[in-house]
């Protein structure tokens, strides 16, 4: 989606395959788990095959860009600029530190930023079911919300994602998921299931494509 910055970047770093670190990149909509299966994956890929890979957010990513402008805070950040700006250049830092650095990115849209130099990880759920896992959570705000309340807003988020990605890049990112390599619906699934099968998968990619050997079984 950054095909100007992707070439610029590639011809500086001398790029005509791979990058030298292995990227993975874990997206999908509202609640379903991205930032937890990022965490598993890293302790996973330390503990398997003695790759250390630091986990990146986009939230971290807007608040580093928010601190460089000046601002106190995101929304701060936000409000001072007009049009795609914000989007762009928090998905043009997740691709130039990837391409740089390697690690695992997180984001709602990270994997279509990054694309085909990494593993792309796509996660959906229905919304209902995201309802009650953010319900049953007591950490979070919506613990003490009724479950209609919840998933409309569930619903809301992700339509207004699904609007600014195609106002911003002009893509459907339902489409675009379908083209990630490893798709997973976690609406039935539980959460060791989902983390097992992302594991599994990247590791197997990462020795196929680094030659990486699992230091244990």
Same mark, same amino acid.
């Given at each position: 989606?950054?095909?100007? &910055?992707?070439?610029?970047? /590639?011809?500086e770093?001398?790029?005509?395959?791979?990058p030298?670190?292995?990227?993975?990149?874990?997206?999908g909509?509202?609640?379903?788990?991205?930032?937890?299966?990022?965490?598993?994956? $890293?302790?996973? &890929?330390?503990? @398997?095959?003695?790759?250390?890979?630091?986990?990146?957010?986009?939230?971290?990513?807007?608040?580093?860009?928010?601190?460089? $402008?000046?601002?106190?805070?995101?929304?701060? +950040?936000?409000? =001072?600029?007009e049009?795609? #700006? @914000?989007?762009?250049?928090? %998905?043009?830092?997740? !691709? #130039? *530190?990837?391409?740089?650095?390697?690690?695992?990115? @997180?984001?709602?849209?990270?994997?279509?930023?990054?694309?085909?130099w990494g593993?792309?990880?796509?996660?959906?759920?229905?919304?209902?079911?995201?309802? $009650?896992?953010?319900?049953? %959570?007591?950490?979070?705000?919506?613990? *003490?919300?009724? &479950?209609? #309340?919840?998933?409309?807003?569930?619903?809301?988020?992700?339509?207004? %994602?699904?609007?600014?990605?195609?106002? @911003?890049?002009?893509?459907?990112?339902?489409?675009?998921? /379908?083209?990630?390599?490893?798709?997973? %619906?976690?609406?039935?699934?539980?959460?060791?299931?989902?983390?097992?099968?992302?594991d599994?998968?990247?590791?197997?990619? !990462?020795?196929?494509?680094y030659? +990486? =050997?699992?230091?244990?079984?």
């Amino acid at each position: 989606m950054l095909y100007g &910055l992707e070439e610029r970047l /590639a011809d500086e770093m001398g790029l005509t395959g791979l990058p030298k670190e292995p990227i993975f990149c874990i997206g999908g909509l509202v609640g379903t788990g991205k930032n937890i299966y990022a965490e598993g994956l $890293k302790g996973y &890929l330390s503990e @398997v095959y003695r790759l250390e890979l630091e986990v990146s957010t986009s939230g971290e990513i807007f608040r580093k860009l928010a601190r460089e $402008k000046g601002f106190g805070s995101i929304s701060e +950040y936000i409000a =001072s600029i007009e049009g795609p #700006e @914000v989007d762009i250049s928090a %998905d043009s830092r997740a !691709l #130039e *530190n990837a391409l740089r650095d390697g690690g695992i990115y @997180v984001g709602r849209i990270t994997p279509g930023t990054i694309g085909g130099w990494g593993y792309t990880i796509g996660l959906k759920t229905d919304p209902a079911v995201v309802a $009650k896992r953010l319900k049953a %959570d007591p950490k979070r705000d919506e613990h *003490n919300m009724g &479950l209609d #309340e919840i998933e409309a807003g569930v619903r809301k988020r992700d339509a207004d %994602d699904l609007e600014r990605y195609m106002r @911003v890049y002009g893509v459907d990112f339902l489409s675009l998921m /379908a083209g990630f390599d490893l798709m997973i %619906d976690t609406t039935h699934l539980s959460e060791e299931n989902v983390q097992e099968t992302i594991d599994r998968l990247s590791g197997e990619w !990462l020795e196929r494509n680094y030659g +990486y =050997s699992p230091t244990l079984r």
